[in-house]
């Protein structure tokens, strides 16, 4: 068994938050390629992604793949992750000791994948690999850190909805190839992460 499913299976055993482990289905550690070059981090799993224990499966996760389509892949070809990896019980938003609890899983899955871009979808992903900043003026930009490039965009079922928020998120998917082409030239950012200047595309 690879070293990434051994990963998913001890986070699938995962008690550390106690409500969200007494009222989940299931665990949704994430899934996808081990080889993926880009790995998309949503924010929780919804009742769809509890019932079946895999990420981005209800109307969200349809969108999602109609974006992947948009630049040609098939979400077998990248990653996809959440911050926490147990539903929050009526959608809530995680609280900050969950997203704390669960950082170090998403950390190990990262450094077992090491994609060259992480895509962050959301305000709480976003918020883990870009602090202090807000999503209506970092997403469809980038930075550098640590040989991976971070780019941010709206989360899919924010822009399901909403048409403005659909258009962006359609355009910053569209980028995508092209940060991949530039991934191993471009310049990587030196400064701490709240210093840092977003890399307009
Ligand atoms: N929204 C998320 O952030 N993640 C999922 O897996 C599904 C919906």
Request: some cysteine; aromatic content about 6%; glycine content about 6%.
């Amino acid at each position: 068994m690879s070293a990434l499913s051994e990963l998913c299976q001890e986070i699938a055993l995962c008690q550390q938050c106690e409500v969200l482990a007494k009222n989940r289905t299931r665990v949704v550690p994430g899934d996808g390629s081990e080889d993926a070059d880009i790995m998309f981090i949503g924010e929780a799993p919804g009742w769809h992604e509890d019932q079946q224990g895999r990420p981005f499966v209800g109307p969200a996760g349809l969108f999602l793949e109609q974006l992947l389509a948009s630049i040609n892949l098939k979400r077998g070809q990248v990653y996809i992750s959440n911050v926490i990896k147990c539903r929050p019980v009526g959608n809530r938003d995680p609280l900050p000791s969950e997203i704390h609890n669960c950082r170090k899983w998403l950390d190990r899955q990262i450094e077992l994948i090491r994609p060259k871009i992480i895509v962050t979808l959301g305000r709480y992903s976003m918020a883990l690999f870009f602090p202090g900043k807000s999503i209506s003026k970092i997403h469809g930009t980038a930075q550098k850190r640590d040989n991976i490039i971070y780019y941010a965009m709206y989360h899919p079922a924010a822009a399901l909805h909403q048409q403005s928020l659909r258009r962006a998120i359609e355009e910053d998917m569209l980028k995508i190839p092209s940060l991949l082409a530039q991934a191993e030239s471009m310049t990587e950012v030196k400064q701490s992460p709240q210093q840092l200047n977003m890399f307009e595309l």
